[in-house]
């Protein structure tokens, strides 16, 4: 199961990482005019795929179907806190002057620019701090979760 | 190769993302998040035993397909990146300041509980209250603080 589980992190992982260098979301160019406002394609990126995700994923969960892995499909929906906003307004920051994030960072390495290599560095650097920091763990609901309802198999 | 187009359209591009959450979810009941990857990756690295192995597998392939769409693309060189920035810095400067900003998005995506795709795409697809509004923030601040950089490096950036 764990096998399996992993081939499938895998091949997520790459599709998701071929997705995103095909669209070249891994360059600083792309996210710059993006956030200048100069051009609307990123942004549409991620509305489509809310879109597309947002009203399947309400279905399924409605209909409680299994999981291959980790049991009944449970949606996470946390209400926003303070450290929310706090930590939302520190990535956008470091996201605007970085121009990449976490996974295209990956992808820009990938690519052959060395300079990803110190953002991806960096990223390693600030989670591992904040982890220093942390007295209790945050709740997000886009970080890996611990499941909420019984797996019917390994989850791990 | 330039087997693939020069750019993938958002219209594609974004659709085929949105099924990958959907199957990530099908699969693992998990977000397709990837601050969760950095996470697991350094928890394994650091010997934590909560560490989730198939993270690591899923950062590396994150990392592989990235290496497959550029081969068949334009192709494989090895560059500095940052382009933009280097004309305005020199490259150890640059290098300087993205580290200097990625050590702050990391901690605010530890912080915050995800990043981009994690809450900016599986949070507000799961309709997560929180999602949203660490979406809207840092939209918000990343659009102001490039504004501030643009008008700070003369129009340079």
């Known amino acids: 199961m764990n096998r399996n589980l992993n081939v499938f992190g895998g091949l997520f992982g790459a599709s998701f990482g071929f997705v995103l260098a095909a669209a070249r979301l891994h360059e600083y160019d792309t996210i710059h005019r993006m956030l200048r406002l100069q051009e609307f394609d990123v942004f549409l990126l991620m509305g489509s795929a809310i879109a597309t995700s947002l009203p399947i994923l309400w279905m399924l969960e409605r209909r409680s179907i299994q999981t291959q892995f980790g049991g009944r499909l449970v949606l996470s929906r946390s209400k926003p806190q303070r450290h929310h906003l706090i930590g939302g307004a520190m990535f956008g920051a470091g996201w605007a002057v970085a121009g990449t994030c976490p996974a295209p960072a990956l992808a820009m390495l990938a690519s052959g620019a060395s300079l990803a290599l110190v953002a991806i560095v960096g990223l390693f650097a600030g989670l591992h701090l904040r982890d220093r920091h942390a007295t209790r763990a945050t709740i997000g609901d886009g970080e890996h979760r611990e499941l909420v309802s019984a797996p019917s198999s390994s989850s791990r | ?157």
């Open chain 2, 1 to 157: 190769m330039n087997v693939l187009p020069d750019r993938l359209p958002w219209f594609v591009a974004g659709p085929v993302l949105g099924m990958l959450v959907v199957g990530l979810f099908l699969v693992a009941n998990q977000p397709l998040g990837a601050s969760g990857a950095y996470v697991h990756t350094m928890k394994a690295a650091r010997g934590d035993t909560d560490r989730v192995i198939w993270r690591v597998w899923y950062f590396a392939g994150i990392f592989a397909g990235g290496l497959l769409a550029t081969v068949l693309g334009s192709g494989f060189a090895l560059k500095t990146g940052y382009q933009a920035l280097t004309v305005v810095w020199s490259t150890p400067v640059v290098a300087v300041v993205v580290f200097v900003g990625a050590v702050v998005m990391g901690y605010g995506a530890r912080l915050a509980g995800g990043c981009t795709s994690g809450h900016g795409i599986c949070g507000t697809a799961q309709r997560s209250p929180a999602s949203w509004a660490v979406t809207a923030t840092f939209m918000a601040t990343a659009i102001v603080v490039t504004a501030l950089l643009h008008t700070l490096t003369g129009g340079r950036l």
